[in-house]
């Protein structure tokens, strides 16, 4: 027998309906296999599709199960902070509260948000990150260039770090070449492979009184050819920067990205240090509705 399973279209890192990295998620996903899951996330065929449950825990707000087209995965920042957005709009349909935390349950473990309104604006979800860990450094500058079509000389160094998902971070030499990137899925699938991590995340930077990033990730083998906004990579990078600058007691970053698929977003990021060690990081961004419906699963 079929069944009417109905779901929230959100845009995650803008403040514009149309832009920014959309989200579907289902709110009562009851009886729904793995599989149907899985297939569901294929249709719709986004970055990421949640699936929210109620937690066995008291303190935990929900349980929450996220999938890519070709897979489920144990975190990723986008559907984190999209679906604290639709839980905070249910338990606070009026406002009338101008902040709120929210505690969602992933297969990685426990994440805090905190959701602050501004009015009739957009409001603000802050996710609070696990503290990165710096794995290997990048041993093939030419082998990544062919992965994302560019030249050798414009790739200035990287290194693997995983905050719950295991990225390359690739650092570039100019706004333009990132630009100009180019997705090899052959090469990318083979660096993939040699560096065990789900994506290559790419970017350049400019000093500032803030440090400003232009970057985008590719994850082909987890069906995501151009991710437009990358919440947990965005933490990831902080903490490797943290980590190229010595580790500073406050570093902010604010990181474009998505503009060359036509989505662009705008993620923000907070990495704290002590004693030569990252100890926080967090990711903020902004949430707006984009629709609603139902599908019909089989």
Do not use: W
Not at 79 to 84: D, H, K, L, Q
Not at 190 to 218: A, C, K, N, Q, T
Not at 255 to 264: F, H, K, N, S, Y
């Amino acid at each position: 027998m079929k069944k009417k399973y109905s779901f929230r279209f959100v845009d995650v890192f803008t403040d514009s309906a149309f832009s920014g990295n959309q989200l579907a998620v289902f709110e009562k996903p009851k009886n729904l296999t793995k599989k149907q899951m899985q297939n569901i996330a294929r249709e719709i065929n986004f970055s990421e599709t949640t699936f929210v449950y109620p937690s066995k825990r008291k303190e935990i707000d929900a349980k929450v199960r996220i999938f890519t087209p070709y897979s489920e995965i144990p975190f990723a920042g986008h559907p984190v902070i999209g679906t604290a957005f639709v839980l905070a709009e249910k338990f606070n349909k009026r406002r009338k509260k101008k902040a709120q935390r929210v505690f969602l349950e992933i297969e990685s473990g426990v994440v805090e948000l905190d959701v602050a309104y501004h009015g009739k604006n957009p409001p603000t979800i802050t996710m609070h990150q696990p503290v990165p860990k710096f794995g290997v450094a990048l041993m093939d500058r030419g082998q990544a260039a062919k992965a994302v079509g560019i030249e050798r000389e414009s790739v200035i160094g990287g290194g693997v770090v995983s905050n719950g998902l295991d990225f390359l971070i690739v650092e570039l030499d100019s706004e333009d070449s990132v630009k100009r990137a180019r997705l090899n899925i052959d090469q990318a699938a083979r660096v993939i492979e040699r560096y065990h991590v789900s994506g290559i995340y790419i970017f350049s930077r400019e000093e500032g009184s803030r440090i400003d990033l232009h970057s985008r990730f590719f994850a082909p083998t987890l069906g995501v050819q151009e991710d437009p906004a990358t919440g947990s990579a965005s933490g990831a990078v902080g903490g490797y920067l943290s980590r190229i600058f010595k580790f500073p007691a406050k570093l902010e970053i604010r990181i474009l990205q998505g503009a060359e698929i036509g989505r662009p977003s705008k993620i923000d990021v907070t990495v704290l240090c002590e004693r030569g060690v990252v100890s926080a990081v967090s990711v903020t961004g902004t949430v707006v509705p984009a629709g609603e419906g139902y599908l019909i699963v089989p």
